[in-house]
């Protein structure tokens, strides 16, 4: 089993900037990949950035080159600097962690730009 909690959220002006953590706690040995999701209303939960175990980064194409997934593996912690935000990035974002074929989730942090 692996638990997960996000952190960071917020109300931020378009080209503002957050950063966002997700802590993992429990079987963290076997988990392989972490990435942040984001669900706006109405909307499907869509992948933002992953980062594996290797520290391999991968970036939906409407954020590459504004947000950085990172991690602290001492920590067991991963973050997204999220930087030039936009008001279409305003949704829940989520954390996921993959170990051994199994997704957990966390319970999401809301993230809202807007002037």
């Known amino acids: 089993q692996v638990q997960v909690v996000e952190s960071g959220g917020g109300l931020v002006h378009p080209g503002g900037s957050l950063r966002l953590s997700c802590a993992a706690s429990?079987?963290?040995?076997?988990?392989?990949?972490m990435g942040w999701y984001r669900q706006a209303p109405g909307t499907q939960r869509e992948l933002v950035a992953a980062?594996?175990?290797?520290?391999?980064?991968r970036y939906s194409e409407s954020v590459k080159g504004r947000f950085t997934i990172s991690r602290d593996s001492a920590k067991n912690t991963v973050y997204l600097q999220m930087n030039s935000l936009k008001p279409e990035d305003t949704a829940v974002y989520y954390c996921?962690?993959?170990?051994?074929?199994?997704?957990?989730w966390g319970q999401g942090t809301q993230v809202t730009v807007s002037s």
């Open positions: 429990g079987s963290i040995f076997s988990i392989n990949v």
């Open positions: 996921n962690a993959n170990a051994g074929g199994k997704g957990y």
């Open positions: 980062i594996t175990s290797g520290g391999m980064p």
